[in-house]
């Protein structure tokens, strides 16, 4: 695969002066943005996967990252409204059925309600998302409004994150079981079940944002729509560390009961 130097990427993009000629080329960029720029580098995630969060700090994560999944099938809702190309809309379907199941089959939605319970938090509070960081709120409305407003190849990009997620999971699984008391496989079924479903997502908008970023400027397109989902992902993390490791609470932000 073609090495990119992308050492002038910034937080908002790739960098002047990168020109990415072909897929492969665009596939490095991506990844190097993965390895660089994915939320596991972040030090609330280091945290949380090393066991150095006391319960209060883990339910404030669970409650805030519950507004990011409940509202993931909202963006892909939007997404599919971007294509009149059945075919595309049939494999994206399926995303919004993974979240949230169907007539007698469990969705991510209630697996991560079941990780909220198993915390002892009130799922009335949890679904109401009263508590939640303003600073989630915006992130996670900005990726909606951004599936939304920018062109369907950007929002198929968006979500490439996934194919960096199957690491993050393993980690967060093994990490979680071994640290923390309060937490049993059957509330870590979400993230069980993501280590087959996003590898299979991942693989198709891979392809997709391969096949049609066909020049330069799309292929750079498709790389600062993967930097503005970092973005999303990390400043979700940067609010947490600030409220509940610094100890700098929001007013009417949840509080934890429990040390």
Request: with cysteine; proline share 5%; aromatic share 12%.
């Given at each position: 695969m073609s090495e990119v130097n992308l050492s002038g990427m910034t937080a908002l993009s790739i960098g002047r002066g990168v020109t990415l000629n072909t897929a492969s080329e665009l596939?490095?960029?991506?990844?190097?943005?993965?390895?660089?720029?994915?939320?596991n580098h972040?030090?609330?995630?280091?945290?949380?996967?090393?066991?150095?969060?006391?319960?209060g700090q883990v339910q404030a994560w669970a409650l805030n990252r519950y507004y990011y999944q409940s509202t993931i099938p909202l963006k892909d809702a939007m997404?599919?409204?971007?294509?009149?190309?059945?075919?595309?809309?049939?494999?994206?379907?399926?995303?919004?059925e993974d979240h949230d199941g169907d007539v007698g089959s469990e969705g991510g939605i209630e697996r991560w309600i079941k990780l909220t319970e198993g915390l002892g938090l009130d799922t009335a509070?949890?679904?109401?998302?009263?508590?939640?960081?303003?600073?989630?709120?915006?992130a996670v409305e900005a990726y909606v409004?951004?599936?939304?407003?920018?062109?369907?190849?950007?929002?198929?990009?968006?979500?490439?994150?996934?194919?960096?997620?199957?690491?993050?999971h393993?980690?967060?699984?093994?990490?979680?079981?071994?640290?923390?008391?309060?937490?049993?496989?059957d509330t870590m079924s979400y993230f069980k079940r993501r280590l087959t479903q996003a590898p299979r997502d991942?693989?198709?908008?891979?392809?997709y944002v391969k096949e049609h970023a066909i020049t330069p400027e799309q292929r750079a397109a498709v790389c600062n729509a993967l930097i503005f989902k970092t973005n999303v992902l990390?400043?979700?993390?940067?609010?947490?560390?600030?409220?509940?490791?610094?100890?700098?609470?929001?007013?009417?932000?949840?509080?934890?009961?429990?040390?």
């Open positions: 596939e490095a960029a991506l990844r190097h943005i993965g390895a660089t720029r994915y939320h972040h030090p609330f995630h280091k945290l949380l996967h090393g066991g150095k969060l006391n319960k997404v599919m409204t971007r294509f009149r190309d059945r075919a595309t809309r049939l494999e994206w379907r399926h995303r919004i509070y949890v679904e109401s998302t009263e508590g939640i960081l303003p600073a989630t709120r915006f409004h951004f599936c939304r407003d920018r062109s369907p190849l950007e929002a198929i990009a968006s979500s490439l994150t996934e194919l960096f997620a199957p690491g993050i393993e980690e967060r699984i093994s990490g979680m079981l071994e640290h923390y008391d309060f937490v049993n496989n991942a693989n198709f908008a891979l392809h990390w400043v979700q993390l940067d609010a947490l560390y600030h409220a509940y490791v610094e100890g700098h609470i929001p007013p009417g932000a949840f509080v934890p009961k429990e040390g």
